[in-house]
T-cell receptor
Framework: DSGVTQTPKHLITATGQRVTLRCSPRSGDLSVYWYQQSLDQGLQFLIQYYNGEERAKGNILERFSAQQFPDLHSELNLSSLELGDSALYFC???????????????FGPGTRLTVT | QQQVKQSPQSLIVQKGGISIINCAYENTAFDYFPWYQQFPGKGPALLIAIRPDVSEKKEGRFTISFNKSAKQFSLHIMDSQPGDSATYFCAASTRNQGGKLIFGQGTELSVKP
């Protein structure tokens, strides 16, 4: 158990809908990262938050957005869903420092999104 | 330049043998190289990681070998066990880009009893 929790575990929804995925980082970790895992694209970085502020962005679609709340949990919002958005979505957390030094990232169990 | 290339795509090893997975990168700014292990239906689990100031790191049966000049690094699993059967991902990151991980394509390892 990494200490990172994600809910829900599974999500089945229809095209055009909007969903919210939730992540709680390990106790004490200020950084949260979101990744998407699909068969054709592999594991891809989406976005990073540090202590409530967006720090880095990857290949995240404009239909997707995220935020990190004062209690450090994070939510990934996916809207206008398409069939191609079906994937595993992982959250990871680390204690990454302000100086930019890289610390280990610990992954949650993921949310499996199926768009029908 | 952001890519991390991983090989082989799949690997079959006999119990007790050595499993070797290789990764290559182009971006010389990468300064952190972790390996993750993923079982079906689970999230990636950090296995071992190395920074470019050392050429080798060993933790139990797992060893990372790092060749900075060749821009390559590899994972060696000694005395491979059926319980090691999983998908392995190499990754790389740089502090200049917030520490985001760039992953290789993954290697599906099967250890036969």
């Amino acid at each position: 158990d990494s200490g990172v929790t994600q809910t829900p575990k599974h999500l089945i929804t229809a095209t055009g809908q909007r969903v919210t995925l939730r992540c709680s980082p390990r106790s004490g970790d200020l950084s949260v990262y979101w990744y998407q895992q699909s068969l054709d694209q592999g594991l891809q970085f989406l976005i990073q938050y540090y202590n409530g502020e967006e720090r880095a962005k990857g290949n995240i679609l404009e239909r997707f957005s995220a935020q990190q709340f004062p209690d450090l949990h994070s939510e990934l919002n996916l809207s206008s869903l398409e069939l191609g958005d079906s994937a595993l979505y992982f959250c990871a957390s680390s204690e990454r420092g302000l100086a930019g030094e890289t610390y280990e990232q610990y992954f949650g169990p993921g949310t499996r999104l199926t768009v029908t | 330049q952001q890519q991390v290339k991983q090989s082989p795509q799949s690997l079959i090893v006999q119990k007790g043998g050595i499993s070797i997975i290789n990764c290559a990168y182009e971006n010389t700014a990468f300064d952190y190289f972790p390996w993750y292990q993923q079982f079906p239906g689970k999230g990636p689990a950090l296995l071992i990681a190395i920074r470019p100031d050392v050429s080798e790191k060993k933790e139990g049966r797992f060893t990372i070998s790092f060749n900075k000049s060749a821009k390559q690094f590899s994972l060696h699993i000694m005395d491979s066990q059926p319980g090691d059967s999983a998908t392995y991902f190499c990754a790389a990151s740089t502090r200049n880009q917030g520490g985001k991980l760039i992953f290789g394509q993954g290697t599906e390892l099967s250890v036969k009893p």
